[in-house]
């Protein structure tokens, strides 16, 4: 699960660079970001963490590693990517709202 999700970080990482924009959600975004891991998921590299967040949870079998994996889920969910989305809807209008519709926020 850690390797898996390691892996999911840099081909998103190499995906934002090959189309020209910043990993960084601070950094304003230049361009969508839609092939690769983002086919798959609108949001690969917060699945990522998750998945290591539980994959670590696993290896310390801590039941309290599993709860901080759920509550990190609905800070990511509420915190940042519905703020995200917002500035792509805004942003990049319609071909976002295709985009949405084609692939799903999570897995």
């Known amino acids: ?15 934002f660079i090959a189309q020209g924009t910043h990993p960084n959600p601070n950094r304003p975004t230049k ?30 079998n801590s039941l309290w590693f599993v709860i901080s994996a759920c509550v990190l889920l609905l800070v990511l969910h509420f915190g940042v990517v519905k703020q995200e989305e917002r500035y792509l809807r805004e942003k990049f209008g319609v071909s976002y709202e295709q985009y949405c519709s084609r692939v799903r926020r999570w897995i």
Do not use: C, E, K, Q
């Open 1 to 15: 699960m850690i390797a898996i999700s390691i892996a999911i970080v840099v081909l998103a990482g190499r995906t």
């Open 31 to 60: 361009a969508l970001v839609m092939t690769g891991v983002f086919s798959v998921s609108r949001n690969p590299i917060y699945v990522a963490f998750l998945l290591f967040v539980l994959a670590f949870a696993l290896l310390a």
